[in-house]
């Protein structure tokens, strides 16, 4: 690999925001037709260097060249045309505009009538197909961007990047929210490009993924270059080691839970939706954790929602002691001492513009609000704040103060925050839908760990988790969903990814 | 040298983005107290203040919408039939030109309560709009306030009234609109206080608490056991109250009613919140703010006035005074994140 591949160059970036400094002389070379995985714990810097290189931020010191000459970027629409793109972790179509619009949004294929720009329908739809002809995608070019999945989205932002004749593409976590098929038509298309000379710059917290796709990894810790390495000259272990800056030997806190009695029991369960679940049956001991595996559209979280009262349930019955009991809405299932922590924590979790304090007692102030109360029905701050400030400790939330919006929290500790909130209404069962989507490594092995302490103290625990290895080191007891039924239960040790691959994937046998 | 003279900039500006509300409203008070030394003056408070106080009883209704990040456009009309409703029922038996023929004096509560009824239903009634029918807040009220300038209408004009304005109000009534007690208006220590009623139920109750999580994130507010439908029906007929109130309050201090009062009532409300710090996607709003929202809007009218500027360059001051107002708001966010 000589000098003259190394398409994209950034040598000592610098970036200051008032009062951090976010890059500290980062330097990153990234060669034609290769994927180079850029990784780190979540504020270690890597969006931060991916917005210089796409003209979001300008660098406060630093080069950037593009094919060996200095370059800089004025705007994305700059990096854009010096053929720099980029894949956003949270995606933004047109949803009323069709696929082909969205390809070409503003640069619409078009010709002019006088001073008129006339839109060129049949260009637009002959260019689309042919770009997705290379790219191995079958869309239709004419559909609703909105009636397609996110999975599909994604693929079609990729379609754009290639689109703009983009050199470099940088993807952002593209397979946070795809399946492990829709991961592998991602990957094709990766190697696709790789062959066509297109350098990608990959950012995932998803070890097996770099390990698979990659050709070189940076690894970035507190806004500076750890290292580059050639990528199978690494390991899970020393990437995680080098990403946390400390020997992490384990993955997973070690599990002293003993599965008891029966906590809960569903029995064929069915959903008022025929596209939903159907006829499921499965039950949780105290003490247990719970995996519950499958692709995304397997109907895991609809069915959770409905055992939370969220949904409505056509037929099927729910126990909880062996006693049978109607929740009709999120607040029976809390009477019911049942608590779920949501997939999506921003649309679904935390309520942005309020304090962490505020956020914490959500819950517990709705369903146990003589707790916080004085005779008068007024709340008593102290009380509350109490409460905040007990899991801001016990949980390690890092905030300036619990009167910090959430919004300005991390990821991992807005996550730790609804897990406090939850814990404050005292569950018994608690279902946890993807807790650590989107988290990094360090957060993730903290939840872990409570996770380990609530079943040890005899919660019955439910974790919907799409993360193979997380499903297996985690759980005592594993069941399956495919198109809303279960398709398949083992046991936590006994699991591999091919027999829970195999039952996500068909349920007829 | 030059890094000091940097930072104290930036500490003068967060200043203004985080209290330029205020700073603003001195200014204008400033500039009016130099052209005109005498507005500042004991009368001229108390002026603005009793101008100002029905307003205020709009915008905290308009305010519990903002928060729970709904929309309401029927404030003003409802303002509107309170004021007729409350007038018909508070005319003196000697009056000659009385909406209902050969009456008694009614005790004042009456008038009073039979509007705020009226705006409890009509609030309960866009609740139930917007919360079960699903009809998007702008909408609904804006059928609702259409609605009930008709119903006005057709009660005002009830022969024999025949859309004559109303008049020759009980003295006790017309008391409560421009009577004082130690020179403070009853209607000003009226709205303050409905202020302190709201302050405490936002911030020192569960439901408060449960109205700004419904408005920051209505989805999350639902996972949390909170039920919406309860808050919605609260915050819109809440607002009903208030709207009614300052209708029956309108009507007692200007001694008459006609079925056009209060309209463009709910714009003003909604401007002073958001001037007043209220996010018209819900989830912030704080009855300190709105208070001030209010003041500013009053002293730009009656300073203006006060000094010989015509009403239409007030509107023009305003107009920028809003839209330099959320201007401002936005970029106080921006800078923190």
Redesign the interface.
Known sequence: MGKSDVVLEMRNIDKEFPGVKALNHVSLQVRKGTVHALMGENGAGKSTLMKCAFGIYHPSAGEIFIDGEKTEFKNTRDAMDQGISMIHQELHPINTRSVMENIWVGRVPHRKIGPIHVVDERKMYKETVELFKGLNLDIDPRKKVGELSVSICQLLEIARAVSYGAKVIIMDEPTSSLTETETEILFAIIKKLKVQGVAIIYISHKMEEILKISDEVTIMRDGSLVGSWIANELTQDLIVTRMVGREMTQRFPQRHNVPGDIMLEVENLTSVNPHSFKGVSFHVKKGEILGVGGLVGAQRTELMEAIFGIRKIDSGSIKINGKQVQIKSASDAIENKIALLTEERRSTGIVPMLSVLENTVLAKQTAHTHKYQTSLRLLVDRKRADDTLQFVDSLSIKTPNIKTQIQYLSGGNQQKVLLGRWLLTEPEILILDEPTRGIDVGAKYEIYTIMEQLASQGKSIIMISSEMTELMGMSDRIIVMCEGYISGMMDGKTATDEKIMHCASSHRN | MVQSTGVKK?FNKQFFLNNGLYVVMLALIAVIAFISPKFLSLVVLRDILMQSSTRIIVALGCMFILIAAGADLSGGRMVGFAAVVSGSLAQASTYSNPFFVNHADLPILVPVLVSVVVGLIIGMMNGYIVAKLDVPAFIATLGTSMFIYGLNSLYFNLPPNNSQPLGGYQKAFTELGAGSIAGIPFITLIALGCMVFVF?LLN???LG??I??VG??E?????????IFKIQMFVYSMAGVLYALAGVLEAARTGSATSNYGAGYELDAIASCIVGGC?ITG??GTVQGVFVGVLIFNVISYGLTFIGVSSYWQNVVKGIIIVAAVAIDVRKYRT??
Do not use: D, M, R
């Not at chain 2, 989805?219 to 039920?227: L, M, Q, R, V």
């Open positions: 930036k405490i020192k109750t569960c608490k449960e700004y999580a920051g994130n989805e999350a507010a639902k996972f949390s056991g909170i039920n996010s989830g912030v923190k994140s």
